[in-house]
Antibody
């Protein structure tokens, strides 16, 4: 059973970079047949798709975040990453990683505040 | 960007009732999924490809629709079905979610 776990700082200062890691329990990243995604949810609000990494290595971003977001993968470590630059309070949310939208991490709350 | 609009925002029902949730897209959608989310939990996949139930999902859940109109039906609501439901289109980038429908007692 695939398990996903998000990790990273729970508090980030405005204008700094948010860096999150999604660690997988198996070798799914290297299997070549899955896509991966980052999704976030501001407190009390709905789900917002941030970005995806397709099974063939292409990356796709939400247009309003594309200039600030970067997703990447380290197959040797079974890890998937999100980097979001120049954060503001509006980036405060629970961040989820997901494989193929079938398996999700539990989420990590990231608060942007000085 | 495809905009998904869910209706209603809130559905007030009782156990044993049927719930009908709608998701309308601003343009034709290739792939649509439905998710259930309970407080403090990650979303869980209910239906993918508009009408295919995900493994382990009870058969009281069914999805239908194509093009721009999609429906999630929950027959004979169980207490554990009361939650927020989101639709997601993942056929074109950017992927987009609907705003959610809360099914409440």
């Amino acid at each position: 059973h695939l398990q996903l776990q998000e990790s990273g700082p729970g508090l980030v200062k405005p204008s700094e970079t948010l860096s999150l890691t999604c660690t997988f329990s198996d070798d799914s990243v290297n299997s070549g047949s899955h896509s991966w995604a980052w999704i976030r949810q501001p407190p009390g609000k709905g789900l917002e798709w941030i970005a995806s990494l397709s099974y063939n290595g292409y990356t796709y971003y939400k247009p309003s975040l594309e200039s600030r977001a970067t997703v990447s993968v380290d197959t040797s470590k079974n890890q998937f990453f999100l980097k979001l630059d120049s954060v503001t309070a509006a980036d405060t949310a629970v961040y989820f990683c997901a494989r193929q939208y079938t398996n999700w991490g539990q989420g990590i709350l990231v608060t942007v505040s000085s | 960007e495809i905009v998904l609009t869910q209706s209603p925002d809130t559905l007030s029902l009782s156990p044993g009732d049927r719930a009908t949730l709608s998701c309308t897209a601003s343009q034709s959608v290739k792939y649509l999924a439905w998710f259930q989310q309970k407080p403090g939990q990650a979303p869980s996949l209910v239906v993918y490809g508009a009408s295919s139930r995900f493994a382990g999902v009870p058969d009281r859940f069914s999805g239908s629709g194509s093009g721009t109109e999609f429906t999630l039906t929950i027959n004979r609501l169980e207490p554990e079905d009361f939650a927020v439901y989101y639709c997601l289109q993942y056929g074109s980038s950017p992927h987009t979610f609907g705003q959610g429908t809360k099914v409440e007692i």
